[in-house]
C-alpha cells in the first residue's frame, strides 16, 4: 500500500494510486481540464455518426437532416429499416428517366 502524507485518508486505503505518480493529486483533475476529453469524445463519436450518413441521405436524395436521428436509440434501426427497404427518390427518377429513354 502507497501511504502519501497529502493525500486523504479515503484515497490511502487504495493499493496503488497512480496519480501522485503522474503529479496530480486527487481533485485537482477539474482545475487542470481533464474533463474535457470526457466532453469531447461524445462530440467526435457524433461527427463519425452524423458525416457518413449526411452523405448517404444526399446521396440517395433524401433530406440531410435525417442524419441528425441517427444519434437517437430507437429511431436509428427505424431508419436503417427505411433506407433498406424504401424506394429512393434518385430511383424513381431513374426509373422515370429510363421509361422516357425506352419510348423514344
Known sequence: MI???????VIQ??????????G??????????????????PLIFCLFVIVPFWKIFS??????WLSLLMLVP??????FFYLAFSEWPIERELRTLRKEVDTH
Open 24 to 41: 496530480i493529486r486527487w481533485g485537482e483533475g477539474r482545475k487542470m481540464g481533464i474533463k474535457i476529453p470526457l466532453v469531447a469524445i
Open 74 to 79: 430507437f429511431l436509428n434501426l427505424l431508419l
Open 59 to 64: 446521396k440517395a436524395g433524401l433530406p440531410r
Open 3 to 9: 501511504l502519501l502524507k497529502d493525500q486523504p485518508a
Open 13 to 22: 486505503i487504495f493499493p496503488c494510486n497512480p496519480l501522485p505518480l503522474c
